[in-house]
């Protein structure tokens, strides 16, 4: 068994998550933080057999969408002491998948 750990973008989550409903897969949404950016994400936990994963990966590459993000980088002061920003552009998404092997599952 896998466990199939996914982040995607939250305006995708909707989606994602029914496409894997829809599929007959259980799945866990967790709401996250990317490290980078700083902004809101979403984490799906899907347990699933060996044989599934490759199925499961298809459906987040489907429905999970890049996406360019502008993230605000300080690149200096003016003479009077304010900030001075400028944004560079990311390109985020649409999925990143681990798939960990699971030793034990059992639900009690
Ligand atoms: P963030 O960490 O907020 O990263 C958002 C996007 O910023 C990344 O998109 C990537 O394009 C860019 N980025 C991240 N770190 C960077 C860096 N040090 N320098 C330049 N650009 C950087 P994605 O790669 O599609 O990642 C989307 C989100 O997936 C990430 O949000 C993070 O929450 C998660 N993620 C990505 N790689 C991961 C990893 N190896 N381990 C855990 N989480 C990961």
């Given at each position: 068994?896998?466990?199939?750990?996914?982040?995607?973008?939250?305006?995708?989550?909707?989606?994602?998550?029914?496409r894997l409903m829809e599929a007959k897969?259980?799945?866990?949404?967790?709401?996250?933080?990317?490290g980078?950016?700083?902004?809101g994400n979403t984490t799906l936990l899907t347990g699933v057999e060996?044989?599934?994963v490759e199925h499961v990966v298809e459906l987040?590459?489907?429905?999970s969408q890049r996406r360019m993000r502008y993230m605000p980088m300080a690149t200096g002061t003016t003479p009077n002491g304010m900030t001075l920003y400028n944004y560079i552009e990311v390109e985020v998404g649409?999925?990143?998948?681990f798939a960990l092997d699971v030793d034990h599952f059992e639900q009690v």
């Amino acid at each position: 068994m896998k466990l199939i750990i996914a982040t995607v973008q939250d305006q995708d989550a909707d989606f994602v998550v029914s496409r894997l409903m829809e599929a007959k897969y259980r799945v866990t949404r967790i709401g996250s933080t990317g490290g980078f950016l700083q902004q809101g994400n979403t984490t799906l936990l899907t347990g699933v057999e060996d044989r599934q994963v490759e199925h499961v990966v298809e459906l987040l590459q489907q429905s999970s969408q890049r996406r360019m993000r502008y993230m605000p980088m300080a690149t200096g002061t003016t003479p009077n002491g304010m900030t001075l920003y400028n944004y560079i552009e990311v390109e985020v998404g649409g999925a990143t998948i681990f798939a960990l092997d699971v030793d034990h599952f059992e639900q009690v």
